[in-house]
Each structure stands twice: as C-alpha cells, then as structure tokens.
T-cell receptor, first 110, second 119 residues
Framework: QKEVEQNSGPLSVPEGAIASLNCTYSDRGSQSFFWYRQYSGKSPELIMF????GDKEDGRFTAQLNKASQYVSLLIRDSQPSDSATYLC??????????FGKGTRLHILP | ETGVTQTPRHLVMGMTNKKSLKCEQH?????MYWYKQSAKKPLELMFVYSLEERVENNSVPSRFSPECPNSSHLFLHLHTLQPEDSALYLC??????????????????FGAGTRLSVL
C-alpha cells in the first residue's frame, strides 16, 4: 500500500517566523510532488510542485525534495495569518496514481 | 475561480433519494476526477476519467455512479446512500491524467465541492 505521511498538527508558528511542513512517501519510484493549500470549507489549491532533488523557490514558499530519503518539505518564510490553512502533500507514484496525505493544519499566531 | 465549477454547493438527501452532482471544467483539460473528503481522512480518489473514458475506479460502492458525457462535464449519480457517505465531494481536472512523468500536466485544479449530508 503506497502511502503519503504528514503530521496532522496543528502546527503553531508565530507571525513572521518560518513554517516548516514535512511529508514522507513510501513509493521510491515517485516522480512528481505537489503541495496544496486548503482553507477551511474551501477546496485545495496548488502552491508548489517539484520533481527534481533540491530546492524550488516561489516567493515566500520553498519546496525541498530529497528522493534518497523519500521526503518533501514546504517552507513558508515570513509567515502571515493568511497562511493559516491545511497543507496537503500529494505524490504521483510510478504506477500512475496520485496519492494525497491527510494534511497538516498550520496556525500562524498573530 | 479555478475554472472548475461544481453544483450544487450543498445537498441534503434521504437514504432513498436519487440525486446527481455536476462538475464542469472550462480549462480544456483531458482528465477529470471525483474525490471524497471526510473529516480527519485523506482525500479519497473515487474515479478518474481521461478523454471521457473511465480509467480508474477505486473500489467505490455501486451506489455511486459516474458519468462523463464529454471532456468538459462530469456527473456523480447518487442512489440509496448511507449516512457514512456524508462528506465533501470534490471534482478536479488536469491537462493529462496521472502519469509516472514529471507532473506539470498532472496538476489538478479543484472545484469548490459539494457538501453532502445523508439523513
């Protein structure tokens, strides 16, 4: 059973600090990795996707991928209260499946 | 607005009712999906359609019946549901269906969802 694991949280981070969200996956052959943000009562929206080892930056967001250790992380710099949401990690596995983690609830403390 | 529209936004139905959820995408995508999201559970993929052909059915009970008349429209027909089927049902679309490749064409765009309550 291919799995994507995330700490459910809540993760509380002071405003202005760096929020670090982690995700591990079981299928070593996975190629593509996605981070979605879901506000309460809303649908998921894509924040970042990454497929190469290393870091990918987009504004205040940085995705980090380490295929050898099978983890992908999302860093949010200068956290804002509007970043408070659930962050879903999703993985495209080798057998053409996309698998979502349960999500991590992030709470930015004003 | 993601370009994926779902109706209705809320639905309350009895266990003997028949209802349908509708999804329409305006993005020119080739793949469409139905997901179920329950509290404290990961998103559960139900069905995947690629160019109107069902390519994945994740052991979903027959009381859920999908229909994809064209690449822009997706329906989920509901019949004789159970209270445990109460959840948020999300539709999504992507340019291509999931593949083992590098993923840019697999980014999924979600509709706002239908909040379903089965009494």
């Amino acid at each position: 059973q291919k799995e994507v694991e995330q700490n459910s949280g809540p993760l509380s981070v002071p405003e202005g600090a760096i929020a670090s969200l982690n995700c591990t996956y079981s299928d070593r052959g996975s190629q593509s990795f996605f981070w979605y943000r879901q506000y309460s009562g809303k649908s998921p929206e894509l924040i970042m996707f990454i497929y190469s080892n290393g870091d990918k930056e987009d504004g205040r967001f940085t995705a980090q991928l380490n295929k050898a250790s099978q983890y992908v992380s999302l860093l949010i710099r200068d956290s804002q209260p509007s970043d408070s949401a659930t962050y879903l990690c999703a993985v495209n596995s080798r057998d053409d499946k996309i698998i979502f983690g349960k999500g991590t609830r992030l709470h930015i403390l004003p | 607005e993601t370009g994926v529209t779902q109706t209705p936004r809320h639905l309350v139905m009895g266990m003997t009712n028949k209802k349908s959820l509708k999804c329409e995408q305006h993005l020119g995508h080739n793949a469409m999906y139905w997901y179920k999201q329950s509290a404290k559970k990961p998103l559960e993929l139900m069905f995947v359609y690629s160019l109107e052909e069902r390519v994945e059915n994740n052991s979903v009970p027959s009381r859920f019946s999908p229909e994809c008349p064209n690449s822009s429209h997706l329906f989920l027909h509901l019949h004789t549901l159970q209270p445990e089927d109460s959840a948020l049902y999300l539709c999504a679309s992507s340019q291509d269906p999931p593949s083992g490749g590098l993923g840019a064409k697999n980014i999924q765009y979600f509709g706002a969802g239908t909040r379903l309550s089965v009494l």
